[in-house]
């Protein structure tokens, strides 16, 4: 029950601290009209689908078919513009001239790995699954799963590309860097629900609105164009907000975390005997001592 509490204690404090810095409202914006291009996008296909084939069982097929493709769209570029939030939220350090680039170029030079990282993700757990069942030895190879929400803000802070992010993650579990599970405060729990049920909404809303407008009695075709499109910008908008908010508190909770890995290690460096502080975002929510946290 407590890690629910900080959860929304800690979404509460992150979006306070979007409305004082405005670079992290960048990358909303940068959704946005990603996500408008790619509605637009995928309308023509989708209205030449309603247009020539109607209510029929192809046409209901290939729209629902569309609509998967609309929602993966969304759904990638909605974790591409959380590289961005990673990107911002540590504006407070110093950073490097690489780091100075515009957003976009910086998204077109690491995109490939934010792209690639949840495709890897299954194939590690399904090969160490079935390594499992000839032993019990462990894989050190899959070690770096155990922290893989630090990914985005390592590959953000440190601009490492995709093989050398997930030997930082190794190097995270390994010595153990990391003061708190991740699971200590719910935050993807609460986020993905809530990403969850915004999207189902949007995609019920619009499924809803396109039958209602272009139902079996139309037969005109530019009336069943105009009924997709209203239909695909009404769904957009649950859906827009539901990954806005499930990027955002995601990525600013891994963020932290990773800041905090990086306190820990200057510490460590530093031969210091008291415990390295979490960041101020997450002393708002945990406390400011190692010892305040552990009673929470």
């Not at 699954?129 to 929400?149: D, G, M, Y």
């Not at 009336?223 to 908010?245: C, D, E, K, N, S």
């Not at 990086?262 to 002393?283: G, M, Q």
Request: glycine letters at 8%.
């Amino acid at each position: 029950m407590h890690s629910i509490k900080h959860a929304f204690r800690f979404i509460g404090a992150s979006f306070s601290l979007a409305l004082k810095h405005p670079q992290l409202q960048e990358p909303w914006f940068t959704l946005g009209i990603g996500s408008l291009v790619i509605l637009f996008a995928w309308f023509l296909p989708m209205a030449a689908a309603a247009a020539f084939l109607g209510l029929t069982p192809w046409g209901l097929g290939l729209i629902g078919l569309l609509s998967v493709c609309v929602l993966s769209d969304l759904w990638v570029w909605g974790e591409m513009t959380a590289l961005l939030t990673a990107r911002a939220m540590d504006s407070s350090d110093d950073i490097s001239n690489e780091e100075k680039t515009p957003n976009l170029q910086f998204l077109k030079k690491h995109g490939k790995a934010v792209f690639t990282l949840p495709l890897a993700k299954p194939v590690f757990l399904i090969g160490d699954a079935i390594r499992r069942v000839f032993t019990s030895k462990i894989n050190e190879r899959v070690l770096w799963l155990r922290a893989h929400t630090l990914a985005l803000p390592i590959i953000a802070h440190d601009g490492l590309p995709l093989k050398e992010t997930i030997t930082r993650l190794q190097q995270v579990v390994k010595e153990n860097l990391l003061p708190i599970r991740e699971k200590f405060v719910r935050v993807r729990l609460v986020a993905g629900l809530t990403q969850l049920l915004l999207t189902a909404a949007g995609i019920f809303l619009a499924f809803w609105l396109g039958l209602k407008l272009a139902g079996p009695e139309i037969s005109n075709p530019w009336q069943r164009i105009l009924a997709v499109g209203i239909a695909m910008l009404a769904g957009w908008a649950p859906t827009f907000i539901g990954i806005l908010f499930g990027s955002f508190t995601r990525t600013c909770y891994a963020t932290s975390l990773y800041q905090w890995v990086k306190h820990v290690e200057t510490a460590r460096s530093n031969n210091k005997t008291e415990p390295a502080l979490p960041p101020e975002i997450l002393s708002q929510v945990l406390g400011t001592g190692r010892r305040q946290i552990k009673e929470s």
